[in-house]
């Protein structure tokens, strides 16, 4: 078996940085070596130290002077909203009614479904983004589109068939038992193909009927293994709204522990008005709170508590996300910029090693699945991504006076989007270079 040896700037996290000083939190090589086997690694370390164990005919890539991360991972975000990014509209509801619903009718056709499954694999590519877990729409075609491609390229990809069953235009409305039959044949049909994972994915409790709420609830028994993806108390007339609608329910995040929805794999996109009971339950189920700035400023939903969260006394676990197309970018560097100006909004500091962190290994962890991606360790899955901190003119200019680590990744989330990223390594092959 061939072997390719990559040689770079390696930065990959062992767990969360405490302080910006808190060097033993991530291992950092100056001149690495990654060792690259049938889509593993398996050696890490000095660029000297690997290239003695590397077989002389190991193919040699050196990638100096720029960084070599794990692959970026988005937690969630809306396949089928391509071309919603960037629409304007005054808040949430009006958003999803006027733009988002009628666009996502469109995939009912398997055509377009595949076009812009190809549209989504290329741009996640473009930005360094090698995992992320997405919404497809209702429609089964745009479920099986979405795992196709992600089979086609060899990526980790987690997405599911969205179950709604109200309170969205008839071309977007399945039926408690279509939701179910549909999920089932996506799991049979794409779950652990290739490194596909399917989620039950209920869009939210506004658009599912009780009836359909205890078919979730069936799937979430019948596969207690999968994810669960959803939305959770994103803006104020959402939480009225579900309270209105499930009035026997404590509060919002009751509604989905009253259907065992509530649980270790359970990412709940925004978590951005949790009481403290919410919270509390929140932490005592494992469940993700997955934070989407750029998504959360652009509908002005509102400002998300990332490090009050993890300050708790029973902290809740954090992903971080696109949410596009309410996000307004695919980067996660751009991401996390603005989760930083969200964090100074609120007087706490979001210190780069964090930011990277949560794209990288606590995105993984947010997923459950840091035992295959998000690291840079031996035996994982050999995605990875290569960042150049002066990839434009701007920046070439300010890393003429960066003198750190600390700096120089700052300056990346800052600044940088898809065009600091040099190349995306997906199972050990170089993606943005076929493009
Ligand atoms: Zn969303």
Redesign the pocket.
């Known amino acids: 078996m061939t072997q390719t040896l990559i040689r770079g700037r390696l930065l990959s996290f062992l767990r969360r940085p405490e302080a910006i000083d808190d060097t033993a939190s991530y291992r950092y090589e100056e001149d690495g070596g990654l060792l690259v086997e049938d889509g593993r690694i398996v050696a890490v370390g000095s660029y000297a130290t690997v290239r003695a164990t590397a077989p002389d005919d190991a193919e040699e890539i050196d990638h100096r002077p720029h960084l070599i991360l794990p692959g970026l991972i988005d937690t ?1 975000l ?1 396949f089928p909203q391509m071309q919603v990014i960037g629409s304007y509209a005054a808040n949430l509801l009006e958003w999803l009614n006027v733009y988002t619903f009628p666009e996502e009718c469109r995939f009912v056709e398997s055509e377009h479904a595949a076009r812009i499954a190809r549209h989504f694999y290329d741009e996640m590519i473009r930005q360094g983004t090698t995992t992320a877990a997405a ?1 497809c729409s209702v429609h089964k075609a745009s479920a099986d589109a979405y795992f196709a491609e992600a089979l086609k390229r060899g990526m980790c990809m987690i997405g599911g068939k969205v179950m709604m069953d109200r309170n969205a235009p008839q071309g977007l409305l399945d039926t408690p038992e279509m939701g179910y039959d549909e999920t089932r044949a996506v799991i049979a049909e794409w779950h652990g193909k290739g490194r596909n994972h399917v989620a039950i994915t209920p869009r939210f409790a506004i658009t599912s009927t009780p009836a359909q709420m205890e078919m979730a609830a069936a799937l979430a028994r019948e596969f207690p293994d999968l994810h669960i993806q959803t ?1 959770l108390s994103e803006n104020h007339d959402e939480i009225r709204f579900t309270s209105e609608l499930y009035p026997d329910a404590i509060d919002y995040t009751d509604v989905y522990a009253k259907y065992g929805l509530l649980g270790r794999k359970s990412l709940f ?1 925004h978590c951005i008005h949790l009481s403290d009971r919410e919270a509390d339950a929140m932490s005592e189920a494992g469940a993700v709170a997955v934070h ?1 700035p750029t ?1 959360n400023l652009f509908l002005g939903s509102g400002l998300f508590p990332l490090k009050a969260l993890a300050r708790r006394e029973k902290p809740v676990r954090v992903g971080v996300a696109t ?1 596009v197309g ?1 996000g307004t970018s695919y980067s996660m560097l751009k991401t996390m910029d603005e989760a930083y100006k969200i964090q100074q909004l609120l007087g706490e500091r979001l210190n780069p090693f964090e930011s990277f962190y949560h794209m990288t290994l606590g995105n993984a962890e947010a997923l459950s699945l840091a035992d295959r991606i998000g690291t840079l360790e031996v035996g994982t899955d050999a995605d990875f991504v290569v960042l150049d901190a002066s990839a434009t003119p701007a920046m070439a200019l300010k890393m003429e006076v960066v003198r750190s680590l600390t700096d120089e990744l700052f300056l990346l989330q800052t600044v940088g989007d898809d065009r600091a990223v040099r190349e995306t390594y997906v199972a050990g092959k170089a993606m943005k270079a076929a493009l």
Do not use: A, F, K, V
């Open positions: 969630h809306h919404y939305h996109g989407c998504s949410d309410g």
